[in-house]
């Protein structure tokens, strides 16, 4: 079934005073990046770089990753290769069962929600933590993330309080985040003793080195990593850097962009297995090498997932980010839906005024409002869109190539305009009229 | 040189007074222009909806009335980008390659030429400058707030030496209108919505009057601004800096 992205955000925008909480809070985001932002210089020159150094990697993609794993294989981790989410789902099944692993720490991946690991590995019986406070409380409400850094932006402190209570017993009425904040680490404490394996995602990989770098803001990569056996990395083959060197220009603009810090908190680099312990590293595909060829495309492959295009985007902040139906929500997330499957997602690409605010404040350059502009053609041409909608545009094509027929039909419709009672005009055909009064026809 | 003035389709009928007062201000700082007859529209509406292939005739039809000219001005800055932009894809002969070249937004232009023959005007009034996106983002007149360095409204230097007027920045200056062309139509209950927050915002600060390049930009809020009989009012800045009483 198609993503209703019109049904979905005109539900969220009703409820005035959540969306106006929800644009306001992650407005408050965008600023303290712009704050961040301002405090670099070179900002500007920081941005073209990162874009080059993704721009050669990915053009050399081949190369670098097996320069990558050839690194990797010296320092004594283990290797996968995925070409889809099911392959890399058995491939973690795997290695847990080998380890007779039955339960399982994760932090930061949004890759694994892409591949939909949680309920794969629920279902083989294995019980799976998310470790990180925002996806441990969508996790608790079995609902998706609505944003790829801010995972739980949706939720109101007093939900968390109401869903703490319920799962763990918690005061109730206690909306104190201090508070509840210690709950959830007193909760997330039993968990990391109790687990025998840790998967995290990954932010950056060098191949030069076989290392790979996770940056988060709480530590729980380094808890998981470091308290159970089994490590295991799962990355996107785009998550690729070339050399170490590369990686500051990088850590610079990630967290600014994201959060507006200078820095992460934890900037953890992981090389080589603990001493008895085993460090799997699982590269996958799911459509990437595909997406690499698509001309006008690929650079959305640049993304290094700060959700920075989400926070400015005046659409995603008032729509929500469920609006959007897919695990990377707001432009950047409508650039790569349709690559999946142009059908589902067609709605997504038309969600956005072409204001270009995203792609003046991602990290590395990507064209989001231009590659929207060239799905939508894409949608056009392929006939994904409603009937009515064709039949309307081809219309509106031929009167706009013929001067007479345009003044023609403008004339009828200032007619109809004038001589039309109000509530033929704003009846619910009209989606202008619903909201707005009609421009006045001034012209005799 | 030979210059032609574009009216965009929606201004020829919804805001006559706006051609109105440009061609009157043209006149009066010495540009000499001819309205080519015949125009329709620069086909972005059915573009930006995904249509671009059934927009050709209509790219067409624009390089035939105005290729001949060495410069177009549009009332639009929007308008004129999506030709600069997006007229890559028909084939690029002289004709078109000199539209793309030389169309511009006529208050850009006269911005950048005409700026110290402009009439000495007064505007006792609280205003907004409102730049619209593809004015601002797409053909790059001011500098964006999300670039990282300071930033003012790209049409400040033209509001400077009009007396009496009262500039309000607004608190989230560059952010969309939320018009996006048939996006307010297709998704109207956002729009709806950027509009009025950014509306909130301007009633709040006390503004009188919306000022833009962007025509169209204003219709949408000029929409909402009428279906809620709110306290404020939009004027294109070319009707400003002509003299025309609010």
Not at chain 2, 136 to 149: A, P, T
Request: hydrophobic share 35%; aromatic share 8%; proline share 4%.
């Amino acid at each position: 079934m198609a993503i209703d992205f019109k049904q979905k955000s005109a539900s969220f925008v009703e409820n005035k005073d959540r969306s106006a909480w929800h644009d306001t809070a992650l407005w408050f985001v965008r600023n303290k990046r712009d704050i961040g932002v301002m405090g670099v210089e070179y900002w500007e020159q920081l941005r073209l770089q990162a874009s080059n150094i993704k721009t050669h990697c990915l053009s050399n993609l081949d190369k670098y990753l097996v320069e990558f794993e050839e690194n990797a294989l010296k320092n004594g981790a283990i290797v996968h290769w995925a070409k889809d989410g099911d392959e890399h789902n058995k491939i973690v099944g795997e290695i847990l069962n080998k380890h007779k692993v039955t339960k399982i720490v994760k932090s930061k991946s949004m890759l694994t929600e892409e591949c939909e690991l949680n309920p794969y590995l629920e279902k083989n019986g294995i019980e799976v933590i998310d470790t990180d406070l925002g996806e441990r409380i969508i996790q608790l409400r079995n609902e998706p993330p609505s944003h790829i850094v801010l995972p739980a932006i949706h939720i109101k402190k007093e939900e968390v309080s109401e869903l703490f209570h319920e799962k763990w017993d918690t005061e109730r009425g206690n909306n104190d985040p201090q508070y509840l904040t210690y709950q959830a680490r007193l909760s997330l404490r039993k968990d990391f003793l109790t687990s025998d394996a840790a998967l995290t995602g990954v932010n950056f990989a060098v191949a030069e080195t076989g290392e790979i770098v996770v940056c988060t803001n709480e530590g729980n990569a380094d808890m998981g990593v470091n308290i159970t056996p089994v490590q295991i990395h799962s990355m996107g083959l785009e998550k690729l850097i070339p050399k170490r060197s590369h990686l500051g220009v990088f850590t610079r603009m990630l967290a600014r962009s994201a959060t507006g810090q200078a820095i992460t908190v934890y900037t953890s680099h992981f090389k080589k297995p603990k001493p008895k312990g085993e460090m799997h590293i699982i590269i996958v595909d799911n459509g990437r090498s595909e997406r690499l060829k698509k001309e006008g495309f690929w650079t959305s492959l640049k993304c290094i997932r700060c959700g920075a295009c989400m926070n400015t985007c005046p659409i995603y902040r008032r729509s929500g980010g469920h609006s959007y139906g897919y695990t990377i929500p707001g432009p950047i997330g409508a650039i790569l839906t349709p690559n999946i499957n142009l059908e589902k997602y067609s709605d997504l690409p038309f969600a956005s005024t072409l204001c270009g605010s995203c792609s003046d404040v991602c990290p590395v350059k990507i064209d989001i409002h231009n590659q929207l502009y060239k799905w939508r053609q894409v949608i056009g041409r392929n006939n994904v869109l409603p009937k009515t909608k064709t039949i309307a545009m081809g219309m509106a094509g031929k009167m706009l190539e013929k001067p007479g027929i345009f003044k023609f039909a403008f004339k009828m419709g200032r007619i109809a305009l004038k001589i039309l009672p109000d509530f033929i005009v704003y009846n619910r055909w009209n989606n202008w009229g619903k909201g707005r009064k009609m421009p006045e026809i001034k012209k005799k | 040189m030979k210059i032609a003035l574009s009216i965009p389709c929606f201004i020829e009928e919804f805001y006559p007074e706006v051609a109105d007062s440009s061609m009157e201000l043209m006149r009066k700082i010495g540009i000499e222009f001819d309205v080519p007859r015949g125009q329709t529209c620069c086909g972005q509406p059915l573009a930006n909806s995904g249509y671009e292939h059934k927009a050709i005739g209509a790219y067409h039809h624009y390089v035939n009335t105005f290729g001949d000219f060495e410069q177009t001005l549009m009332i639009s800055g929007s308008c004129s980008y999506h030709i600069k932009e997006h007229y890559d894809v028909i084939e690029q002969t002289g004709k078109v390659k000199r539209l793309r070249e030389n169309i511009r937004d006529l208050t850009e232009y006269i911005m950048s030429e005409y700026i110290g023959k402009l009439p000495k005007v007064s505007y006792p009034h609280k205003v907004s400058l409102h730049t619209g996106c593809h004015s601002l983002r797409g053909m790059r007149f001011g500098v964006s707030s999300e670039l990282g360095m300071p930033t003012k409204s790209f049409l400040i230097p033209l509001v400077e030496h009009i007396e009496n007027i009262e500039i309000i920045t607004l608190d989230r200056p560059d952010e969309c209108c939320g018009f996006g062309g048939t996006f307010s139509v297709y998704y109207d209950e956002i729009s709806v919505r950027m509009g009025t927050d950014k509306l909130d915002d301007a009633i709040n600060k006390g503004v009188e009057v919306l000022v833009s390049n962007d025509m169209s930009c204003l219709m949408h809020l000029d929409g909402i601004i009428k279906k809620r009989k709110l306290p404020l009012k939009v004027r294109h800045i070319l009707q400003v800096l002509n003299g025309d009483k609010l």
